[in-house]
């Protein structure tokens, strides 16, 4: 493709992300140093390499899911943001975070208030997360709730039916057995051979308690898993490029969903409907980013909109969101470490 093709369909991009219509080579002039009917000339080649489509026989051009992938990997400019735009962003996310969770949340829900779209985020982070405290809680006749919480706010509880009442002493034993043995261990950590290990260490009261750790490794595993959440669903839903039932499909299936974002949970990632069968919205873009903590990857920002977004605005707001979780996160890492 020559310079002038790259220029026309840069414009055509261009153009139609900001008006929604079909793109004549009169509005095409306004980039580039041509003539009408070259222009049109052009404007048909491209049509005929599959990066355009004219919707109606009068009508201008608009471009192809091709001409997305071309324009998004290769021609549109990556603009830093302005300090003005930094700052309307930084006012968006509350320095005064009591757990990663609500830093995730609002840099979520600020995403999708900016851009007007949905925003979805698969959170690993709590794998990273330290046990800070087990507890067992007696509540009637062989029932027992189970408390997990870790450093990064996760509170999971569970009731636990035994065949038999706990003593005194054994509720002591538990207490201080999960205080030396599982306090201050990583929930990434806790796996079958930890279990097998903490069992034998039980000795005498394995029998007895054994079931207790069993739900503990349990609930370990949900904390650890993806945590699929969403901001921002009433902008897909009011979006008039989107077929509403194809909406509520996508978002009643959050599996569909946690899957898109495992298959770009690393970097920046720009997906478009046709790539991907899962992705059951027509005429849709998923643009992802992935935040770190402690030097790895712990989760993914992504912003679902029509294919005719302002990627090279959202971009620079996306990886924002995402490196400011990241600092955040860090932040909140050191002073634990204090």
Partial sequence: MDDRKVSILTAVVDEYIVTGEPVGSKAVMKYVKASSATIRNEMAELEKQGYLEQPHTSAGRIPTYNGYRLYVDQLMDRNPLSKEEIDILDAMIPEDFTSEDEIIESASAALAEITKCATVVSNSAPRFSIISKVEVIPTGKRMYVILLITSSGSIKNKICRLQFDLTTEQLEFFSNFMAEHLEGIAIDDISDELLERLEEAMGTYMMTLSPLIAEIYSMSQEIGGKDVTMSGEKN???????????????LDNKKEIAKLLDESFSGLHVMFAPEADSFIINNSSLITSSYEKKGKTAGTLGLIGP??????????????????ITQLMSEDDDEEET
Wanted: contains cysteine; hydrophobic residues 35%; aromatic residues 22%.
């Fill in 236 to 250: 897909l839903l009011t979006c008039k490029e989107f077929d509403q039932n194809e909406i509520i499909t996508f």
């Fill in 307 to 324: 294919m005719r977004l302002d990627y090279q605005k959202f971009i620079p707001y996306l990886e924002y969101f995402t490196n400011k």
